[in-house]
């Protein structure tokens, strides 16, 4: 690379929360540079996980980060090429794409669920990734398979 490295950013703590990984996941919810809408979506769908949770022990914010932990991914297949055929090398991920993968798995399958409004979409996607189901566990489980089949050609990983 010619030029260096980027410097990481550090990010402001969401207003109602003050927690880091909330407005992390704000910014990957917000199009359009519509920070207020993602805030509002995102608390909403906070409300309702409140409203729905089976357990009375555990806030609707420690449900959200347990059903993000949940869809967290520990290993991932890249490709390689190595003599002129590519192979699907299982690899560990660094701990800061563990979490951007798992927001971006909940944000997206939830935008292809079929409720009404974003906010009952996301409110519904917590609570299946808490619950350890629904379509982001789905895809973080396939993609341990996909490692775990392709782990014959990890001793290509160099």
Sequence with gaps: MRKR????????????????????????????????????????????VDDKKDTKEKTALEVWKDALSNVMPHVEVRSRRVGGATFQIPMQIRPD?????????LISFSRKRNEKSMSQKLAQEILAAFKEEGAAFKKRVDTHKMAEANKAFSHFRF
């Design 97 to 105: 794409r563990k979490i951007s993968l798992a927001m971006k798995w």
């Design 5 to 48: 490295q980027a410097k990481k950013r550090k990010l402001i703590p969401d207003p109602k929360f003050q927690d880091q990984l909330v407005s992390r996941f704000v910014n990957m919810l917000m199009w359009s540079g519509k920070k207020s809408v993602a805030l509002d979506i995102f608390y909403k769908a906070l409300e309702v």
